[in-house]
């Protein structure tokens, strides 16, 4: 009898091993195997993707006068704005912002880029998106050219703009969010306003922790 307790305990110790170790092996898979999700980061006004979103492929005109294509954003983060120089209040707000979050970012951050997609190409000119870009910082550029096309990079970060004339002048109305591109070229966050510069720069850190951390290997 005592012989017959032994082995059943004996066998229902093995069970109770074989479970425990089967469970913690599924956790260390899933843990160790699935990509984390997303940061909640709604507290920014910022919503990253879990899965990237593709930018349309456009070939357009820099400050410079140089051609940029879709595959020339690829290999560093970047924030996209879609304004126009003469905008009045909202793009030199907004490009303010971004020059401060610049300022504040932790050095051992990657350098972003600043992109400000043109909603007014008869205006934008090379030179004149140069001049503009330039007060902010060596890191700010700009991109001008075709309307249609600028329209098509515009709605693939989720941002649209509408030209009026109000007394002979052109007004353009256009989203104030900004894009956060990924150094594939893919769309990885939006930030809505309003934005505050030491929040868009935690919300950049905590972005790319997080896509650092989940990067496939090779």
Same mark, same amino acid.
């Given at each position: ?92 707000? *907004?490009?303010? #912002?971004?020059?401060?979050?610049? @300022?504040? %970012? ?5 350098? =972003?880029?600043? +992109? ?62 900004? *894009?956060?591109? #990924?150094?594939?070229?893919?769309? @990885?966050? %939006? ?5 505050? =510069?030491?929040? +868009? ?18």
């Amino acid at each position: 009898m005592g012989r017959s307790i032994r082995i059943t305990l004996f066998v229902l110790l093995l069970l109770v091993v074989l479970v425990f170790g089967l469970t913690v092996g599924r956790q260390v898979f899933l843990v160790g195997g699935e990509p984390a999700p997303a940061p909640d980061l709604s507290q920014y006004n910022a919503y990253v993707y879990d899965q990237p979103r593709p930018l349309v492929e456009f070939s357009l005109t820099n400050e410079e006068g140089e051609t940029v294509t879709r595959e020339d954003l690829r290999g560093r983060w970047t924030f996209v704005f879609v304004g126009y120089t003469n905008c009045p209040d909202i793009c030199p707000a *907004a490009m303010a #912002n971004l020059r401060r979050t610049d @300022q504040l %970012l932790s050095p051992e951050l990657p350098q =972003p880029d600043y +992109l400000l997609v043109s909603a007014d190409p008869e205006h934008d000119t090379p030179a004149k998106l140069k001049a503009y870009t330039d007060f902010f910082g060596e890191h700010f550029h700009g991109l001008t050219g075709d309307l249609d096309t600028l329209r098509q990079v515009a709605k693939s970060v989720s941002a649209v703009f509408v030209h009026r004339q109000v007394n002979g002048e052109l007004l353009v109305d256009h989203s104030g969010h900004f *894009a956060l591109l #990924n150094p594939d070229g893919d769309v @990885q966050a %939006l930030i809505q306003p309003p934005h505050k =510069p030491e929040q +868009l720069a935690e919300a950049f850190e905590r972005i790319y922790q997080w896509a650092n951390a989940n990067r496939q290997p090779g």
